[in-house]
């Protein structure tokens, strides 16, 4: 069965960053865009962008360009997001979630929290 | 960037009501429209691919239609496991976007 596990919960500081792991599983790997999505404390989601595993291709959000980057390792099947610069603004939990289309299967998600 | 607008932001129905949720993009998008169920605590569902396609398990009291700019998710009959925030999500743009979410609640 398709599944996508993700890293555990973090706890940052200001200015720090922070790379969170997907880990897929029970499909090809090199065959679906992983897409990367947030949800702040209370509010609605946001599209963060999307990795090709295949080619490695990347697209970003405009608003995060610059303060993410998002990588993958085809040997292990493992799709990787990383956030720089962190401000309070960024506490949120984030997800992965398969795609082409529609993003058929999500990671459980993972709290950053960023707090002095 | 296409901003997608959700109305209404919240709702209160009844087990066995007929609801229905719209979306609007701020530019066409033609069918390119994806309706999500998210239950608290837990990762967003898909439910409707392509402005109609329900999912694969997806019960048939869900369905969504439109084109272009405007679009909607129907839930024919209200069940107790539906309370829930719906989301839209354009996939036209190479910045996809969301709308707001519709909260549904129970009345």
Known sequence: ?116 | DVQMTQSPSSLSASVGDRVTITCRASQSISSYLNWYQQKSGTAPKLLIETASRLQSGVPSRFSGSGSGTDFTLTISSLQPEDFATYYCQQTYSNSISFGQGTRLEIK
Request: aromatic share 12%.
């Open chain 1, 1 to 116: 069965q398709v599944q996508l596990v993700q890293s555990g919960a973090e706890v940052k500081k200001p200015g720090a960053s922070v790379k969170v792991s997907c880990k897929a599983s029970g499909y090809s790997f090199t065959g679906y865009y992983v897409h990367w999505v947030r949800q702040a404390p209370g509010q609605g989601l946001e599209w963060m962008g999307w990795i090709n595993p295949n080619s490695g291709g990347t697209n970003y959000a405009q608003k995060f360009q610059g303060r993410v980057t998002m990588t993958r390792d085809t040997s292990i099947s493992t799709a990787y997001m990383e956030l720089t610069r962190l401000t309070s603004d960024d506490t949120a939990v984030y997800y992965c979630a398969r795609g082409v289309g529609g993003n058929d299967y999500w990671g459980q998600g993972t709290l950053v929290t960023v707090s002095s």
